[in-house]
C-alpha cells in the first residue's frame, strides 16, 4: 500500500552510489545502514582528514561488531568495509546519485554546504539532509535545483529505531520524494512524509517533553525528582537519558528552533546551553552505567 502522501513508486531513481556529507557519530551510523541495505559504495567526507578518519573507523568498528555478534560473515564484512571510503575531495561525489548531510545543526552552514556540493554531482542527483528541525526549504535556498532536495530524518539509534521522517518542501519534486521513500523502504524503515515545519513531528513532540523537563530543573526542581517521575510511565528512556542520547547541543539547537518559532508555546531553557558545554547531565560509572546525575553546571532561575 502506498504511504500517505507518497508519489508512484516508478518514479523514483535508481540508487548506485551513496554521499555521506558530515562524519560524526549520526552520520557514520547511517552511512554504515546505507552500505548495508543499499550494497552500493558510500563515500563519507568532512572538514578535515581526522575527522573523514575517526567516521571510517566507527564504521569499521560498527563491521567488527555485527561481526563478533554472528549478525554478518567474515566475507560479508569484508565486502562492506571495501564499500566504504573517506575523502576530503569533493570531486569524489561527482557519480554519486544520493547526496545525504549531518553536518552542523546551523542554517548558513548547510545552506553552503549544498551550494557548494551542487558544484561538484550530476544534475540527476537527489539531495537530502537529516536536519533535526531547520526548515528543509530554506536549507536549500541557494540551490539551484532545490526541487531535489528533500528531508530524511533519521532517530538515534540509528541502526534500533524504526522511522524516518521524509520531509517535503513545497518545491521537492515527485522523482525526489518517490526515490526518498523507496530508499527509506530499502533501508527497512518505516518512513512518513511530513510537512516542513520546526521539529516536524517527533521532534516537535519531544522538544515539548525535553524543554518542559528542563524548565522544571532550571526553577528549582531536582534532576532526580523530574526523572524519577516519568520513570515508571513506560518511556524506553527518561527525559535526561533521552537529551543525552541524542546529544545536548542538538537538544539544545532543537529547544532553541522551537522557542525561535513558536515563543508562546516552547521555553528557552536556562541552563541547556551550559549544560551542553560542561557536557553531561548523568554521573556514569566507567562502563557507562548510570549512577545518578551530575549537577556540576545547573544555576536556578526563578519562574
Ligand atoms: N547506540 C547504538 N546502539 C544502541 C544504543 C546506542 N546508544 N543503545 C542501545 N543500542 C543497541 C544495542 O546495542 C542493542 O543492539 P543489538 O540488538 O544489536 O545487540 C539494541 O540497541 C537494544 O539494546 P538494549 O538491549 O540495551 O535495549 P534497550 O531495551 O535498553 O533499548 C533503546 C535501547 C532502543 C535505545 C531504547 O532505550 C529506546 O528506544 N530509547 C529511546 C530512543 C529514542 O527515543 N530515540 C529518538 C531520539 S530523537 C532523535 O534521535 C532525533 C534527533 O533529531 C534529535
Same mark, same amino acid.
Request: proline fraction near 5%; aromatic fraction near 6%.
Given at each position: 500500500?502506498?504511504?500517505?502522501?507518497?508519489? $508512484?513508486?516508478?518514479?523514483?531513481?535508481? !540508487?548506485?552510489?551513496?554521499?555521506?556529507?558530515?562524519?560524526?557519530?549520526?552520520?557514520?551510523?547511517?552511512? *554504515?545502514?546505507?552500505?548495508? +541495505?543499499?550494497?552500493?559504495?558510500?563515500?563519507?567526507? =568532512?572538514?578535515?582528514?581526522?575527522?573523514?578518519?575517526? %567516521? /571510517?573507523?566507527?564504521?569499521?568498528?560498527?563491521?567488527?561488531?555485527?561481526?563478533?555478534?554472528?549478525? !554478518?560473515?567474515? =566475507?560479508?564484512?569484508?565486502?562492506?568495509?571495501?564499500?566504504?571510503?573517506?575523502?576530503? =575531495?569533493?570531486?569524489?561525489?561527482?557519480?554519486?546519485?544520493?547526496?545525504?548531510?549531518?553536518?552542523?545543526?546551523?542554517? %548558513?552552514?548547510?545552506?553552503?554546504?549544498?551550494? @557548494?556540493?551542487?558544484? &561538484?554531482?550530476?544534475?540527476?542527483? !537527489?539531495?537530502?539532509? #537529516?536536519?533535526?528541525?531547520?526548515?528543509?526549504?530554506? !536549507?536549500?535556498?541557494?540551490?539551484? &535545483?532545490?526541487?531535489?532536495?528533500?528531508?530524511?530524518?533519521?532517530? #538515534?539509534?540509528?541502526?534500533?529505531?524504526?522511522?524516518?521522517?521524509?520531509?517535503?518542501?513545497? /518545491?521537492? #519534486? =515527485?522523482?525526489?520524494?518517490?526515490?526518498?521513500? /523507496?530508499?527509506?523502504?530499502?533501508?527497512?524503515? #518505516?518512513?512518513?512524509?511530513?510537512? $516542513?515545519?520546526?521539529?516536524?513531528?517527533?521532534? +516537535?513532540?519531544?522538544?515539548?517533553?525535553?524543554?518542559?523537563?528542563?524548565?522544571?530543573?532550571?526553577?528549582?526542581?531536582?534532576? @532526580?525528582?523530574?526523572?524519577?517521575?516519568?520513570?515508571?510511565?513506560?518511556?524506553?528512556?527518561?527525559?535526561?537519558?533521552?537529551?543525552? *542520547?541524542?546529544?545536548?547541543?542538538?537538544?539544545?539547537?532543537?529547544?532553541?528552533? &522551537?522557542?525561535?518559532?513558536?515563543?508562546?508555546?516552547?521555553?528557552?531553557?536556562?541552563?541547556? &546551553?551550559?549544560?551542553?558545554?560542561?557536557?553531561?547531565?548523568?554521573?556514569?560509572?566507567?562502563? %557507562?552505567?548510570?549512577? %545518578?546525575? $551530575?549537577?556540576?553546571?545547573?544555576?536556578?532561575?526563578?519562574?
Amino acid at each position: 500500500k502506498r504511504p500517505a502522501g507518497a508519489p $508512484d513508486k516508478a518514479l523514483a531513481r535508481p !540508487i548506485t552510489k551513496v554521499g555521506v556529507i558530515g562524519a560524526g557519530l549520526m552520520a557514520s551510523q547511517f552511512a *554504515l545502514l546505507f552500505v548495508r +541495505r543499499l550494497r552500493v559504495p558510500v563515500v563519507i567526507t =568532512d572538514l578535515d582528514q581526522a575527522r573523514v578518519d575517526k %567516521g /571510517v573507523e566507527y564504521i569499521h568498528g560498527e563491521i567488527a561488531t555485527l561481526l563478533a555478534k554472528k549478525r !554478518i560473515s567474515a =566475507d560479508e564484512a569484508n565486502r562492506l568495509r571495501a564499500l566504504v571510503t573517506g575523502t576530503t =575531495d569533493k570531486a569524489d561525489f561527482a557519480d554519486a546519485d544520493w547526496v545525504i548531510e549531518a553536518v552542523f545543526e546551523e542554517l %548558513g552552514v548547510k545552506q553552503d554546504v549544498f551550494a @557548494e556540493i551542487e558544484k &561538484h554531482i550530476s544534475p540527476e542527483a !537527489i539531495l537530502a539532509t #537529516n536536519t533535526s528541525s531547520l526548515s528543509v526549504e530554506k !536549507i536549500g535556498a541557494k540551490l539551484a &535545483h532545490p526541487e531535489r532536495l528533500v528531508g530524511f530524518h533519521f532517530f #538515534n539509534p540509528v541502526a534500533i529505531m524504526p522511522l524516518i521522517e521524509v520531509v517535503k518542501t513545497p /518545491v521537492t #519534486n =515527485d522523482a525526489t520524494l518517490s526515490t526518498a521513500m /523507496v530508499v527509506a523502504g530499502k533501508l527497512r524503515k #518505516n518512513a512518513v512524509i511530513t510537512r $516542513d515545519t520546526p521539529g516536524f513531528v517527533v521532534n +516537535r513532540l519531544l522538544a515539548k517533553l525535553l524543554g518542559e523537563a528542563m524548565h522544571a530543573v532550571d526553577t528549582g526542581t531536582s534532576f @532526580e525528582v523530574v526523572d524519577g517521575a516519568l520513570a515508571p510511565f513506560g518511556l524506553p528512556m527518561t527525559p535526561f537519558q533521552l537529551l543525552e *542520547l541524542v546529544g545536548l547541543k542538538v537538544g539544545a539547537h532543537v529547544l532553541d528552533t &522551537h522557542h525561535a518559532a513558536f515563543p508562546e508555546r516552547f521555553f528557552e531553557s536556562a541552563n541547556l &546551553h551550559t549544560l551542553a558545554e560542561y557536557g553531561k547531565v548523568l554521573d556514569r560509572d566507567a562502563k %557507562g552505567k548510570i549512577k %545518578g546525575f $551530575d549537577k556540576g553546571a545547573v544555576k536556578i532561575v526563578a519562574g
